[in-house]
Nanobody
Framework: VQLQASGGGLVQVGGSLRLSCAIS????????MAWFRQAPGKEREIVAA????????WYAESVRGRFAVSRNSAKDTQWLQMNSLKPEDTAVYYC?????????????????WGQGTHVTVSS
C-alpha cells in the first residue's frame, strides 16, 4: 500500500490550504484514513480521521471547526481542507491508513504512512 500526500505550502495567517492523499496498491479493504502532523521539536499528533464508513469523522480539539476531512467515492483519495490557519498549524502533515477496527485516534494503530507535506503559516 502506498500513500502520496501533496498540497502543502506557505500561507498567511487566516488563509486556507487543501491537502490531498492518494492511496494505491494493496488488496485489503476497507481502510480508515487519517491525517497527522509533526511540528519541529514536537511529537507527531493526530489532526483528523475518517473511518471507512465515513460516519464518524474525528478531529483534534485544536482544529475542530477549521479543518474538514473528506474522501472521494472510490475511497482512494482523501483531502484535508484547512481554513483559518494559524502559525501553530505549521508542521509536516502526514496521511496514514489502517485496515483494522482499532480506534481511529491512536497513532500506533496506523500501518501505512505517506511521506509528509510541509505546511507553513506565516504571521
Amino acid at each position: 500500500v502506498q500513500l502520496q500526500a501533496s498540497g502543502g505550502g506557505l500561507v498567511q495567517v487566516g488563509g486556507s490550504l487543501r491537502l490531498s492523499c492518494a492511496i494505491s496498491g494493496g488488496t485489503i479493504r476497507p481502510y480508515d484514513m487519517a491525517w497527522f502532523r509533526q511540528a519541529p521539536g514536537k511529537e507527531r499528533e493526530i489532526v483528523a480521521a475518517l473511518p471507512w464508513r465515513g460516519d464518524r469523522k474525528w478531529y483534534a480539539e485544536s482544529v475542530r471547526g477549521r479543518f474538514a476531512v473528506s474522501r472521494n467515492s472510490a475511497k482512494d483519495t482523501q483531502w484535508l481542507q484547512m481554513n483559518s490557519l494559524k502559525p501553530e498549524d505549521t508542521a509536516v502533515y502526514y496521511c496514514a491508513s489502517k485496515t483494522d477496527s482499532s480506534p481511529v485516534y491512536q497513532i500506533s494503530n496506523y500501518h501505512y504512512w505517506g511521506q509528509g507535506t510541509h505546511v507553513t503559516v506565516s504571521s
